[in-house]
C-alpha cells in the first residue's frame, strides 16, 4: 500500500494575502466582536483579549499540544464580563479577516494523478491558532473531496512537529511509519519526518530557499512517480 501525507497551508494551498504569523490581526477580530455585542468593551480590555491570544500562538510560544478554539476564547473573553457565545464570539473573530483561500493550480491534478498511481492520500495540518477545525474545513471542500483521510491539529489534539498526527495515519493504514511519503513546506514538517524516519520532501512554493529542489508539483512527481 502507497501512502502519501500531504502538509496543506503553504504546500497545497494558501490564505491570500496572509502571513505565516496572523497576531497583527488579533486586535480586529476582538474589535469586531466588541462592535458585534455594541457594548463598552474598553481598548485596554481589547488589548489584553489580543495580548492573551499572543500567548497562546505556538509561532510565539512554542507547544505541540493543542488547544480547543473555546478554551482559548474563554480565557480571552473572560476579563469583558460578558455573556457572548463562544461559538459566535470565534466565528466573528476570524470572519473579520476577510480571509480567502486559494488551492494552487497543481495541487488538485497531482491528486488526482497519485490516486490513479494507486495511493491514498492524506492531510496533516496544523490549524491557525484557536480557529475551529469545521470552520477550516470550509475553505478547503474542493482539496477534501480528493482527501482519503484527514488529519489536523484539531482532531488529533496536537501540532506538529509531534508525531501523534501522523502515528494515526501509519495506524489506519497499518503501515509502518518509515514507509510513509511526507510532503510539507516548514521546518517543523521536516523535523516530524526526520524523527519517524520516512521519506520527507520539502516543497518551496515561494522560491525563497535555493537549497531546495521542488518548488511545485511536477518537480515532485519526477521524485516520487
Given amino acids: 500500500m502507497k501512502i502519501i501525507v500531504f502538509d496543506l497551508g503553504g504546500t497545497l494551498m494558501e490564505f491570500v ?25 474598553s481598548d485596554s480590555d481589547i488589548d489584553l483579549s489580543a495580548e492573551i491570544m499572543k500567548t497562546y500562538n505556538p509561532r ?17 473573553l ?19 479577516f476577510g480571509l480567502n483561500t486559494i488551492i494552487y493550480n497543481d495541487s488538485i491534478k ?18 491557525p491558532n484557536a480557529m475551529p477545525d469545521k470552520y ?5 471542500p474542493d482539496l477534501l473531496e480528493h482527501i482519503d483521510y ?3 491539529s484539531q482532531s488529533c489534539g496536537y501540532r506538529k512537529p509531534s508525531s501523534h ?19 510539507g513546506d516548514e521546518e517543523k514538517d521536516k523535523r516530524l519526518a ?26 515532485l512527481k519526477k521524485l516520487i512517480i
Avoid at 464570539?89 to 470572519?95: E, L, T
Fill in 17 to 41: 494575502n496572509m502571513p505565516p504569523s496572523w497576531v497583527d490581526y488579533y486586535r480586529q477580530g476582538f474589535e469586531a466582536i466588541a462592535k458585534f455585542l455594541n457594548s463598552n468593551i
Fill in 60 to 76: 510565539i510560544n512554542y507547544r505541540e499540544i493543542e488547544y480547543s478554539p473555546e478554551l482559548i476564547f474563554k480565557k480571552c
Fill in 78 to 96: 473572560e476579563h469583558w464580563n460578558t455573556n457572548i457565545n463562544l461559538d459566535e464570539a470565534i466565528k466573528i473573530f476570524f470572519d473579520s
Fill in 110 to 127: 497531482m491528486l488526482e494523478h497519485l490516486k490513479a498511481q494507486g495511493y491514498q492520500i492524506c492531510a496533516l495540518t496544523d490549524i
Fill in 136 to 140: 477550516f474545513r470550509h475553505f478547503i
Fill in 150 to 152: 484527514y488529519v489536523s
Fill in 165 to 183: 498526527g501522523i502515528e494515526l495515519i501509519a495506524d489506519k493504514y497499518g503501515i509502518k511509519l518509515c514507509n510513509l511519503i511526507f510532503v
Fill in 194 to 219: 526526520e524523527k519517524i524516519g520516512c521519506t520527507f520532501y520539502l516543497i518551496d512554493r515561494k522560491n525563497k530557499n535555493n537549497t531546495v529542489d521542488i518548488h511545485n508539483m511536477e518537480d
